[in-house]
């Protein structure tokens, strides 16, 4: 049993930079990702990451944001920058156990409770 607990999240104004920590309780030896939900909306995948530091983006955040771990893979981040007021939603840390990166949600096994992130245009 993983845990996974998210901190980071706030209110920013747009194009302003935020970075989310998700802390686990376990070494990650899987994959992990970032995933996100507004509010009537499903929960779509953001950036996800494997042990070996293989990364993939949504396209939506290419190039803003950033996922890192950090070396004793307990630690995973996402530095968000320029945000727009789109991606207000609630962010998500999830982890697998398999090291086969993918943003679709159904395949992760463990997930935090979430950090609420706005950005007011």
């Known amino acids: 049993q993983v845990h996974l607990v998210e901190s980071g999240g706030g209110s920013v104004q747009a194009g302003g930079s935020l970075r989310l920590s998700c802390a686990a309780s376990?070494?990650?030896?899987?994959?992990m990702g970032w995933f996100r939900q507004a509010p009537g909306k499903e929960r779509e995948g953001v950036a996800g990451i494997d042990f070996r530091g293989n990364t993939m983006y949504a396209d939506s955040v290419k190039g803003r944001f950033t996922i890192s771990q950090d070396n004793a893979k307990i630690t995973l981040y996402l530095q968000m920058n320029n945000l727009k007021p789109e991606d207000t939603a609630m962010y998500y840390c999830?982890?697998?156990?398999?090291?086969?990166?993918?943003?679709?949600?159904?395949?992760?096994?463990?997930w935090g409770q979430g950090t609420q992130v706005t950005v007011a245009s």
């Open positions: 376990a070494y990650a030896t899987g994959t």
């Open positions: 999830a982890a697998a156990p398999w090291s086969l990166i993918t943003l679709v949600p159904g395949v992760y096994n463990y």
